[in-house]
């Protein structure tokens, strides 16, 4: 899957603002049969809202859940939808044939394992990018990236929801250089379309058309 941008041939490129949304479907074979972990939480010791235990709720994602291991295996594909906010377009070089994006990427999904039992004031839990670790993440990736990076100031620009349903949302702002093949023959006058292509790491391989896997 790829996102098309038009851009104009200028040097300094006026902030933009782009939203994407697509859906990303995971396959993996085999089945492993779970009981989503609906939870209730206690109300010692541990982070308090009210009567709840924010802690307990948290520390109970980890009984039995393997990262390793995609939400409903060997079952139906985990569909992943992602959206994407362009904050600006800092650079286009017609040298390098490349072009420099700063973007919120954000990415919605649902994982039963982490369903808890909803309670007054808990609908959702937001938690920082350490708890990141502990969980499975879609691994997309953009293929005709040439260099990336996370912004970390002044901490990590990351975070994940969790509502009490077992759906996700993950948030990354991230600036990427991407490769834009273009086409001078009209230069100085020209308009270059550039576009990012979207993939999965590990699915994509065992699935034989692209389109079965972003619907």
């Known amino acids: 899957m790829s996102l098309d941008i038009e851009v104009p041939h200028v040097r ?5 603002v782009l939203i994407l949304t697509l859906n990303l479907a995971l396959f993996l074979p085999q089945t492993i049969n779970r009981t989503p972990p609906y939870v209730l939480a206690g109300t010692g010791g541990g982070s308090m809202l009210g009567d709840v235990n924010i802690s307990a709720i948290l520390d109970s994602f980890s009984v039995g859940y393997d990262k390793r291991v995609r939400p409903n295996y060997g079952g139906p594909p985990v569909e992943v939808g992602v959206t994407m906010y362009v904050l600006s377009i800092s650079s286009l070089s017609e040298v390098k044939m490349d072009f420099t994006l700063d973007f919120y990427f954000r990415q919605f999904w649902t994982d039963p394992r982490l369903a808890y ?11 920082g990018s350490e708890f990141i670790k502990n969980i499975w993440v879609p691994d997309t990736f953009f293929v005709n990236e040439k260099q990336s990076y996370f912004h ?10 969790i509502h009490h349903s077992g759906s996700i949302t ?33 699915y994509l391989p065992k699935l034989p058309h692209l389109h079965t896997l972003y619907k």
Do not use: W
């Not at 948030?171 to 230069?187: D, E, H, K, N, V």
């Open 170 to 202: 993950r948030s990354i702002r991230l600036t990427i250089t991407a490769s834009c093949p273009m086409g001078l023959q009209y230069f100085p006058m020209d308009r270059q379309l550039c576009h990012i292509e979207i993939e999965s790491c590990k």
């Open 117 to 127: 039992r909803k309670r007054p004031g808990v609908e959702t839990l937001s938690v």
């Open 152 to 161: 970390i100031a002044t901490t990590s620009n990351e975070f994940i929801r």
């Open 12 to 16: 300094s490129p006026s902030l933009g």
